[in-house]
């Protein structure tokens, strides 16, 4: 009930596309989801998040979809760009937990 | 603003020798912290963690141990390194007020056991 599974594990997605990366989770106490970008050889960074009171949220070309009933959220990059192939995690937690669950990652790859 | 520093970038190091990495953190107090390990082209795996001064919790039973000897320094140790303890090392942290805080990560150790 711990895990969250995020697919697909790779995806490529040619310049200027649509990414969408998958994440669906069980125990409905989750209340925090956050999405870390990680490049080769980098720590993971935070790139957006989202608590489930808002069923969407935008910054820049990465929106978090948030489906509250269906326990999944997703991560859309529009207009894809070389420079966002990356590993992407998705992650849960809740208040009080000290620790996230992440998911296993994808790794994005756009293509020029 | 919070930095987190981890030392060494990278380690080459032979079986049975060994291991004791650093993290600290700076810009704030009492922080949460971490311990994650990520082998080659896989997820992130929770090693340890950390509320507190000399407070550690093990996450999966293996070769390493943690430790906390000061507010915002965390360390992970082994005494004889295995092969298997190569992967790429990642230190966090997070605002320890016990809410949802995201993780903030330094730029990890990359361990390679030979």
């Known amino acids: 009930q711990q895990q969250v599974k995020q697919s697909p594990q790779s995806l490529i997605v040619q310049k200027g596309g649509i990414s969408i990366i998958n994440c669906a989770y069980e125990?409905?106490?989750?209340?925090?989801f956050p999405w870390y970008q990680q490049f080769p050889g980098k720590g993971p960074a935070l790139l957006i998040a989202i608590r489930p009171d808002v069923s969407e949220k935008k910054e820049g070309r990465f929106t978090i979809s948030f489906n509250k009933s269906a326990k999944q959220f997703s991560l859309h990059i529009m207009d894809s760009q070389p420079g966002d192939s990356a590993t992407y995690f998705c992650a849960a937690t809740m208040y009080g937990a000290q620790k996230l669950v992440f998911g296993q990652g994808t790794r994005l790859t756009i293509n020029p | 603003s919070q930095t987190i520093h981890q030392w060494p970038a990278t380690l080459v190091q032979p079986v049975g020798s060994p291991l004791s990495l650093e993290c600290t953190v700076e810009?704030?107090?009492?922080?949460?912290l971490y311990w994650y390990r990520q082998a080659a082209g896989r997820g992130l795996q929770l090693l340890f963690y950390?509320?507190?001064?000399?407070?550690i919790s093990s996450e999966v039973p293996q070769n390493l141990s943690a430790s906390r000897p000061q507010d915002r320094q965390f360390i992970l140790s082994s005494k004889k390194l295995l092969l298997s303890d190569s992967g790429f090392y990642l230190c966090?942290?997070?605002f320890g007020q016990g809410g949802n805080s995201p993780l903030h990560f330094g730029n990890g150790t990359r361990l390679t056991v030979t």
């Open positions: 950390s509320v507190g001064i000399g407070q």
């Open positions: 966090a942290w997070s």
């Open positions: 125990n409905t106490a989750f209340d925090y």
């Open positions: 810009g704030t107090s009492n922080p949460n």
